[in-house]
Each structure stands twice: as structure tokens, then as C-alpha cells.
């Protein structure tokens, strides 16, 4: 289903995280040499219309629904040798069409080999409310191919856990634990338009 989406990187930290809608930067027109003025020809003034635009600043970060604030007591605070994060997201007119990636992983330096940790998340209930949160069950420990890398190819990364796709829904908090001594980043990911199968 990945196929279907498009999305956009969000590292997350320990507060709650907003999406935050970037707008374009206008591009700045080279200046051209100016050519030689003739003696019998006066410079023209510039009309305003010569004038640069102004470039374009970013939209505000789009505020979270307040109603997930409210419903986030009913969530567990703590699960012992783990992080609780917290993803509280904005209302959209078209959160059917569009799901949350939560990954889990650990930074470090990586090279040309591929790696992945152990674990993947598990949803459980809160008791009670009907409502889930997600624990992220791994040992850390990291898979990798043994290449022989070039010299330089160290850099820093990001090792993933098998990564889980949930429902976007900004009316309540995404609630979800991680074993210590690693992280939590996720994206949002919007449909794209459905289309007709061939019939074959």
C-alpha cells in the first residue's frame, strides 16, 4: 500500500510534534550586466514592476487538535525499562485518506552495508476506553551484511525496526513506548487519487 502515498519526514523528539506546512522560497532573478550608457540617452527610471518580489516565508506549524490533549490522561504514563512518546496531530478535512508510519530505531554510524534491528510494535488496549497505543517490542539488536566498505563511507544513521502504518486520527494522542536507549521518528502519508484496473 506504500505505493499509494506520499509523504514527508518528521524526526520526533520527547514533546508532542506538529506537522508544519513549509512554504516556497521564491527564486531571486540573476542581475544582468548593465550595458554602457549613451551620452545623448539618459538611464530610465526603473518602473516598480523591475522590483524583486519579496521571498516567500514559511507557514506557522499547524496547530494539534485539542481534543487529543484532553483524552491523554486515559493513556498509560509509564512501562518500566521504556520512553513514552507523544504524536498529537492536526485536524485535516481528509484524515480518512492518510496514515501515520511510526518507526522505531536507534542512531548510529552506519556505512555501505544494510542494516535493520530486531522487534517490531504491538498495539494494546486501554482498558476501559477502546482507545490502543503502541509498544515497541525489541531487543536492539542489529542485522547487517558484512560488505567491505570503501574508506570514508562511515556517516551517522538511523537503524529501523519493522516500521507500522496506523490510522490518522487527530481527536486522540498517539500514545507509544519504546525500550530505552532508543527513539521514535515517524511521517504522515496521504493518499493518492484511486484509479481504474485493466481488466485482463
Not at 12 to 35: D, E, M
Request: aromatic share 8%.
Amino acid at each position: 500500500m506504500k505505493s499509494l502515498f506520499t509523504c514527508s519526514l518528521v524526526k520526533f523528539t520527547f514533546a508532542p510534534l506538529f506537522l508544519a506546512l513549509a512554504g516556497a522560497c521564491a527564486a531571486q532573478p540573476a542581475a544582468s550586466p548593465s550595458s554602457p550608457s549613451s551620452p545623448s540617452s539618459p538611464s530610465s527610471p526603473s518602473s516598480p514592476s523591475d522590483a524583486a518580489p519579496p521571498p516567500a516565508t514559511e507557514a506557522p506549524p499547524a496547530a494539534p487538535n485539542p481534543a487529543a490533549s484532553k483524552e491523554l490522561q486515559a493513556f498509560p504514563a509509564k512501562l518500566e525499562g521504556h520512553q513514552r512518546y507523544v504524536i498529537e496531530l492536526p485536524e485535516l478535512p481528509d484524515e480518512a485518506a492518510r496514515k501515520v508510519e511510526l518507526i522505531g530505531g536507534k542512531a548510529m554510524t552506519v556505512d555501505c552495508n544494510s542494516r535493520g534491528m530486531d522487534g517490531k510494535f504491538e498495539s494494546r488496549d486501554v482498558e476501559g476506553y477502546g482507545y490502543q497505543y503502541y509498544v515497541l517490542a525489541s531487543t536492539g539488536q542489529v542485522r547487517t551484511t558484512l560488505m567491505a566498505c570503501p574508506p570514508g563511507s562511515e556517516k551517522p544513521g538511523f537503524v529501523e525496526a519493522e516500521p507500522l502504518l496506523v490510522r490518522y486520527n487527530s481527536k486522540l494522542p498517539l500514545v507509544v513506548f519504546v525500550p530505552d536507549g532508543m527513539a521514535l521518528r515517524w511521517r504522515a502519508w496521504s493518499a493518492a487519487a484511486t484509479a481504474d484496473a485493466p481488466a485482463r
